[in-house]
């Protein structure tokens, strides 16, 4: 059973920055794919990055492209999302997923979701 556990949420001024993690557990991750959503307040949860486990390749939504970053860990079992330039329509609570195979950006096709982590931007 795959279980994924985030971290690192907190309030931030704007401009500020914020480092997400998320721990996996239950298994490696050779063969997925991770990924990063988030859900505002009064929203739809939306994509936000993924990472291919085995090859380490990238892909943002436009709205992050060029402020966040995400990695992974593979001894640590662990990805994460760096957060630099923080704007408060980031706010929302970031929610780490995977899947088995190749990226896909659409919520239905993750199999496994950690619970949420809140951040806050203040302007």
């Known amino acids: 059973q795959v279980q994924l556990v985030e971290s690192g949420g907190g309030l931030v001024q704007a401009g500020g920055s914020l480092r997400l993690s998320c721990a996996g557990s239950?298994?490696?991750?050779?063969?997925?794919?991770m990924a990063w959503f988030r859900q505002a307040p009064g929203k739809e949860r939306s994509f936000v990055a993924t990472i291919n486990w085995s090859s380490g390749s990238t892909y943002y939504a436009d709205s992050v492209k060029g402020r966040f970053t995400i990695s992974r860990d593979n001894a640590k079992n662990t990805v994460y999302l760096q957060l630099n330039s923080l704007k408060p329509e980031d706010t929302a609570v970031y929610y780490c997923?995977?899947?088995?195979?190749?990226?896909?950006?659409?919520?239905?096709?993750?199999?496994?979701w950690g619970r949420g982590t809140q951040v806050t931007v203040s302007s």
């Open positions: 997923a995977a899947r088995i195979g190749v990226r896909r950006i659409g919520i239905n096709d993750y199999n496994y």
């Open positions: 239950g298994r490696t991750f050779s063969g997925y794919t």
